[in-house]
């Protein structure tokens, strides 16, 4: 049975600390004590885990003392883990202070942590005693279903489960309705007569634009995690999957670490950003001596993505930069290309693009952008969203409260 | 204008060399003269150069010294090429004996070389006074526009250039009709019920069955060469090009080569059936501890090619073989499951794929058949071609002859 009530108000990322609280659920006490604090949601991913928490400081001393504890245990979890490069790390950009939830107000904190260190995760929460101050948390992503059942035998934490796509899109309507209209933007260019050339090397010629997503539907969402899903989006409630692609965020990172020798997704997007993927790949001019003209294809066209690296000469004249902007471009187009072939297929005009691949990563976003726009000649939309990490995380919180309530 | 009719017959690849011989052209022996012998053909690809030409004894003596000194060089030309591992070589697979063009008998060799080694190729025919014999050549792919003015000013050779996909489309009628119903053939799944699973790791329950491509339009031809071009035909002179991909061949080689060590594409196979993919991809049951039964995923599925790869337990636990298959398994599925797209957006039910990505490749070919009516839960049929390297070349050599004369 749902008591409760939840008003959303306009929220932008910028705004003075100084403004009243950001509201976004108020419900009836009730709830609140049942769920005991903080609240807590998880999306378990292929590769990152992503966690949401609220941190307040409670009027009620002995739940104040337990929240305090149970903040103490996920701080000193960070801090504990031992293994430089893949530690799990605060997203500090993305938290939100000065945030009221039923009548209280605090910050809510974003954390991801590689998916893979999960058994540390759960050491760490067995010695600290994590069982003890939360009994449930609202969990999604595969991992809520690989790791429910050690979740509860090994921790006595239940989980409220929630489904991704539903979440996520649920997520994406409470974000884009907190921060409208800033939230949504594109990248526009400002030479659109350079949309006769291929997608260029350099994107900085590209500006973002503010983007007034008022009345979204339909929309192709395209959800680029570990692997890539791709959904048309009818409606609040009407969706289906259409497609999807395993090369994805994991793939990137995965060839990058196997190319390069990095070991974060941030060092590899870092080294990527000084490479030229044109000494690795084969393009249309190095195979016709210009353009294809009979097809359209531009001379600057990756015709083989790492189509040079057969040949030892190549091989001798790239760095791992090159290698790292190969495999970024590569996943991107072909990402791009499956995305528009759809869109076109759907007569869907706007596409947007989600997922943590995105993140740290305008290279990606840049490419996506002016490529949809060049293949359709202007005709499709590539959209991103400012806080999209947030999306999914918020929607599980408020979703896990109100839902199970 | 055209003096020249041909006729064609019914070719099998096995037939007794006692029987007759094949004859493909019929034509009038003004323009043998004109041409000078031997005729050749070249398809410059962005990674390969495919060549064919007709080896015949001229009952004209002068002629038939000039022909036996070009089929020295010719041959001379792949022993000088002292690059081991991506020196040219003759298909003799593929050689075709007992034909008779224009009256005379004689062998239609097949040959290629990487396209990397076109300087090398073009010393020896300097050396050897190439232009001395043949004055003109047919020449289709990307190289016949890169290379059209070097042939002509180095080596005093002409192009008579020809659309590649033309020529591909009209030799792979030409090539159906010879051989038909044998030249068709298609991956068979003699346990249906295992279709409810993923494609698994090894395809030898597969076998191949004839297929009569009588009436064969409409298709969607899916050309795997260094990219993918992807085209719906719906007749003998009516196609457009409806998407393409810069993940081919090229790119599975490009990337084996540095991942392995490799140097040739026969290797970089090799390497590949040796393999587990599995090691090296996240499967859907890695991230959801079993299948996403929501949207119909079974757990073996990939759900991130290379997504175990970020991770250093897993990068220390393969081997080459695995990252080869890799490789394989992800370029394969990635176009696959483009060619899916396309055919089920069109509404149409056969796919044929063909290009030297399939050469010494039927991991690809059974994993394309597999997944193909997987996906489309049996609607959709994935053909092959048993000779489809001879296609474009032996029509290009017929219309090369016939169309310039």
Redesign the interface.
Same mark, same amino acid.
């Given at each position: 049975m749902i008591f409760l009530r939840y008003v959303v108000r306009s929220y932008s990322h910028n705004r003075s600390r100084k403004s009243g609280p950001l509201c976004i659920f108020r419900f009836n006490a009730s709830v609140f004590h049942g769920k005991g604090m903080p609240w807590f949601g998880m999306d378990i991913?292929?590769?990152l885990t992503k966690c949401a928490y609220f941190e307040t400081k409670s009027a009620n001393p002995d739940l104040h003392h337990q929240e305090t504890e149970l903040i103490k245990i996920v701080k000193k979890y960070f801090k504990e883990n031992p293994r430089k490069g893949v530690a799990g790390q605060a997203d500090i950009r993305l938290q939100m202070d000065n945030v009221s939830i039923g009548g209280r107000t605090g910050s809510v904190h974003f954390i991801r942590f590689p998916t893979?260190l999960m058994d540390d995760f759960f050491a760490i929460a067995k010695k600290h005693q994590l069982g003890k101050f939360i009994s449930a948390l609202g969990a999604t992503?595969?991992?809520a279903?690989?790791?429910e059942e050690r979740f509860a035998t090994e921790l006595n934490i239940k989980f409220a489960k929630f489904?991704e796509m539903d979440t996520l899109l649920n997520g994406m309507r409470l974000v884009v309705k907190m921060n409208r209209p800033k939230e949504v933007y594109y990248w526009y260019n400002p030479h659109p007569d350079e949309q006769n050339c291929n997608p260029p090397q350099e994107k900085d010629h590209l500006s973002r634009k503010e983007y007034d997503l008022n009345d979204p539907y339909p929309f192709v969402l395209v959800n680029i995690?570990?692997?890539v899903s791709i959904l048309a989006v009818y409606g609040p409630h009407n969706y289906k999957?259409i497609?999807?692609?395993?090369?994805?965020?994991?793939?990137f990172?995965?060839?990058c670490?196997?190319?390069t020798g990095c070991?974060t997704?941030e060092e590899a997007i870092a080294l990527a950003a000084k490479g030229d993927h044109r000494k690795?790949?084969?393009l249309?001019r190095?195979?016709?001596?210009?353009d294809?003209k009979?097809?359209g294809?531009p001379g600057d066209?990756?015709?083989?993505?790492?189509?040079?690296?057969?040949?030892?000469d190549h091989?001798l004249n790239i760095s791992k930069f090159d290698?790292a902007r190969a495999t970024l471009v590569?996943i991107t $187009? $072909?990402i791009g $290309?499956?995305a528009l072939?759809?869109a076109v297929?759907l007569k869907i005009s706007r596409v947007v693009f989600v997922g943590n691949f995105l993140r740290v990563n305008p290279i990606s976003a840049k490419l996506l952008g002016h490529a949809m726009s060049f293949w359709s000649r202007g005709t499709l939309e590539a959209l991103f969203l400012e806080h999209e990490v947030r999306c999914l995380l918020l929607h599980l919180l408020k979703h896990y409260i109100i839902g199970s309530s």
């Amino acid at each position: 049975m749902i008591f409760l009530r939840y008003v959303v108000r306009s929220y932008s990322h910028n705004r003075s600390r100084k403004s009243g609280p950001l509201c976004i659920f108020r419900f009836n006490a009730s709830v609140f004590h049942g769920k005991g604090m903080p609240w807590f949601g998880m999306d378990i991913g292929g590769t990152l885990t992503k966690c949401a928490y609220f941190e307040t400081k409670s009027a009620n001393p002995d739940l104040h003392h337990q929240e305090t504890e149970l903040i103490k245990i996920v701080k000193k979890y960070f801090k504990e883990n031992p293994r430089k490069g893949v530690a799990g790390q605060a997203d500090i950009r993305l938290q939100m202070d000065n945030v009221s939830i039923g009548g209280r107000t605090g910050s809510v904190h974003f954390i991801r942590f590689p998916t893979s260190l999960m058994d540390d995760f759960f050491a760490i929460a067995k010695k600290h005693q994590l069982g003890k101050f939360i009994s449930a948390l609202g969990a999604t992503g595969g991992g809520a279903y690989k790791f429910e059942e050690r979740f509860a035998t090994e921790l006595n934490i239940k989980f409220a489960k929630f489904d991704e796509m539903d979440t996520l899109l649920n997520g994406m309507r409470l974000v884009v309705k907190m921060n409208r209209p800033k939230e949504v933007y594109y990248w526009y260019n400002p030479h659109p007569d350079e949309q006769n050339c291929n997608p260029p090397q350099e994107k900085d010629h590209l500006s973002r634009k503010e983007y007034d997503l008022n009345d979204p539907y339909p929309f192709v969402l395209v959800n680029i995690g570990s692997g890539v899903s791709i959904l048309a989006v009818y409606g609040p409630h009407n969706y289906k999957r259409i497609s999807g692609s395993s090369l994805g965020g994991g793939t990137f990172l995965g060839l990058c670490c196997l190319l390069t020798g990095c070991t974060t997704f941030e060092e590899a997007i870092a080294l990527a950003a000084k490479g030229d993927h044109r000494k690795v790949d084969k393009l249309v001019r190095d195979i016709y001596g210009g353009d294809y003209k009979k097809f359209g294809l531009p001379g600057d066209l990756v015709a083989s993505s790492f189509g040079n690296m057969n040949l030892p000469d190549h091989r001798l004249n790239i760095s791992k930069f090159d290698l790292a902007r190969a495999t970024l471009v590569t996943i991107t $187009n $072909n990402i791009g $290309n499956i995305a528009l072939m759809w869109a076109v297929n759907l007569k869907i005009s706007r596409v947007v693009f989600v997922g943590n691949f995105l993140r740290v990563n305008p290279i990606s976003a840049k490419l996506l952008g002016h490529a949809m726009s060049f293949w359709s000649r202007g005709t499709l939309e590539a959209l991103f969203l400012e806080h999209e990490v947030r999306c999914l995380l918020l929607h599980l919180l408020k979703h896990y409260i109100i839902g199970s309530s």
